[in-house]
């Protein structure tokens, strides 16, 4: 078993900058593959950002490419999302899950064996 804990979700302006941190607890962090997804309110969920293992892998969304950064402290046992220049489209839960697998489908949710429970992120206009 994976615990996966998000924070440092919260309320930032438009062209605003916000990062988010998921700390991870139970079997080795570094074994995992991890990445952000979000749900805004009445859409579903969508992959934001991955990251390998050891960091060498990385791909994101088209929306929040050149934006988000993601990396990973695997001796800290989190991954951050480094979030710049934030949009009203980026409000949505964050959530980040782990999966075992560098799966070719890594976009999709079902790829992954372990969730947080999700932090908040609301960018005003």
């Known amino acids: 078993q994976v615990q996966l804990v998000e924070s440092g979700g919260g309320l930032v302006q438009a062209g605003g900058s916000l990062r988010l941190s998921c700390a991870a607890s139970?079997?080795?962090?570094?074994?995992?593959?991890m990445s952000w997804f979000r749900q805004a309110p009445g859409k579903e969920r969508e992959f934001v950002a991955v990251i390998s293992w050891s960091g060498t892998r990385i791909d994101y969304a088209d929306s929040v490419k050149g934006r988000f950064t993601i990396s990973r402290d695997n001796a800290k046992n989190t991954v951050y999302l480094q979030m710049n220049s934030v949009k009203p489209g980026d409000t949505a839960v964050y959530y980040c899950a782990a999966a075992r697998l560098f799966s070719s489908d890594y976009r999709e949710g079902s790829k992954y064996d372990y969730w947080g429970q999700g932090t908040q992120v609301t960018v005003s206009s």
């Open positions: 139970g079997r080795t962090f570094s074994n995992y593959v």
